[in-house]
């Protein structure tokens, strides 16, 4: 089975503007959640998606925001980029239906806002 | 508040010791626990899990965790390392049926040859 799928791998932004993250889980994954990893702060839970609709969401601001799609893939949006915000975004994604289940991470997105 | 946290940040050991790492956790109610790690320019991989029953769990390549539930604790082994798993060990739990991580700091582990 091919593993969870980020793109693009790297980006760089500038303050202000926004930027959309994708992401392909496992086939037959229908959870998909993202993170955040930064060095100050480590590996922090931003929101779950499952079957299209939002389960989950994470202590961060209005900016951040996300949406999947009927074939279980997922996208998160972040709107007027702070410096901040710099960081690796991780998809990762489980085959969860009425528990929770092992989640596979993807390869990660590194953002990088100047 | 839901908390799960990693004492040893930094850990080096020559190849052939053995290892534990601490991981506590703060939940209420039911908890799964999972430690994942990640090596140097890889993505997070689950190194194994704990739902229920057999506290004692085994994962990949050798390393094994015990939930003790009256600690609190759920502390990663493994009888000798290798130059391999040189990388950075991370503890993590859900609660009930929720997929949302809580992570702990992380270790960083590294095993000189």
């Known amino acids: 089975k091919a593993g969870v799928t980020q793109t693009p791998r790297y980006l760089i932004k500038t303050r202000g503007q926004q930027v959309t993250l994708s992401c392909s889980p496992i086939?037959?994954?229908?959870?998909v959640s993202w993170y955040q990893q930064t060095p100050g702060q480590g590996l922090q839970f931003l929101f779950e998606?499952?079957?299209?609709?939002?389960?989950n969401k994470g202590n961060f601001p209005g900016r951040f925001s996300g949406r999947q799609f009927s074939n279980s893939r997922s996208e998160m949006n972040v709107s007027t980029l702070e410096l901040g915000d710099s960081a690796l975004y991780l998809c990762?994604?489980?085959?969860?239906?009425?528990?929770?289940?092992?989640?596979?991470f993807g390869p990660g997105t590194r953002l990088t806002v100047t | 508040a839901q908390s799960v946290s990693q004492h040893n940040h930094h850990v080096i050991l020559s190849e052939a010791a053995s290892l534990e790492l601490g991981c506590n956790y703060s939940?209420?109610?039911?908890?799964?626990l999972f430690w994942y790690v990640q090596y140097p320019g890889q993505h997070l991989q689950l190194l194994l899990k704990?739902?229920?029953?057999?506290?004692l769990v085994k994962g990949i390549k050798g390393f094994e965790a015990e939930f003790i539930k009256s600690k609190f604790s759920f502390n990663l082994r493994k009888p000798s390392v290798q130059w391999s798993d040189t990388a950075e060990y991370f503890c993590?739990?859900?609660?009930?049926?929720?997929?949302?991580?809580?992570f702990g700091t992380g270790t960083l582990l590294a095993v000189q040859p």
């Open positions: 998606y499952f079957s299209e609709t939002q389960r």
């Open positions: 939940y209420g109610g039911t908890v799964n």
């Open positions: 704990y739902f229920s029953g057999d506290p």
């Open positions: 990762a994604s489980s085959a969860s239906g009425s528990r929770s289940y092992e989640q596979y």
């Open positions: 993590a739990a859900t609660g009930g049926a929720t997929n949302k991580l809580i």
């Open positions: 086939s037959g994954h229908r959870s």
